[in-house]
């Protein structure tokens, strides 16, 4: 049974910082392309960041470029979004989902319902 499971959300106050990991289960990860997206309360669902499965291509959305970095960790088949210098306007929950198709990263990121595996979410709320 393929599953990704998110962990590390929680309440920070501006400025600071969260470790949000995605773990897989019943499939290799770095034989997808991974996707972090955002869906604050009332708006649709948005792309952060999205890498191929070689990790050369990588896409991060602009207003969270220089503060978000996704990695993969192969030997424990989880990806990482760290993210840095919160902002309230960063509330919201973080799914990560994945796909099989070799379609680029930014494409994939802007287009969510190309992927083909997520998770549940885990929230994260910016405020002081």
């Known amino acids: 049974q393929l599953q990704l499971v998110e962990s590390g959300g929680g309440l920070v106050q501006p400025g600071g910082s969260l470790r949000l990991s995605c773990a897989a289960s019943?499939?290799?990860?770095?034989?997808?392309?991974i996707g972090w997206f955002r869906q604050a309360p009332g708006k649709e669902r948005v792309g952060v960041s999205c890498?191929?499965?070689?990790?050369?291509?990588?896409y991060v959305a602009d207003s969270v470029k220089g503060r978000f970095t996704i990695s993969r960790d192969n030997a424990k088949n989880t990806v990482h979004l760290q993210m840095n210098s919160l902002k309230p306007e960063d509330t919201g929950t973080y799914f990560c989902a994945a796909t099989r198709t070799r379609d680029p990263p930014e494409y994939l990121c802007h287009v969510p319902y190309g992927m083909d595996y997520w998770g549940e979410g885990t929230l994260v709320t910016v405020s002081s």
């Open positions: 019943g499939f290799t990860l770095d034989a997808y392309t």
């Open positions: 890498f191929d499965r070689s990790d050369t291509n990588t």
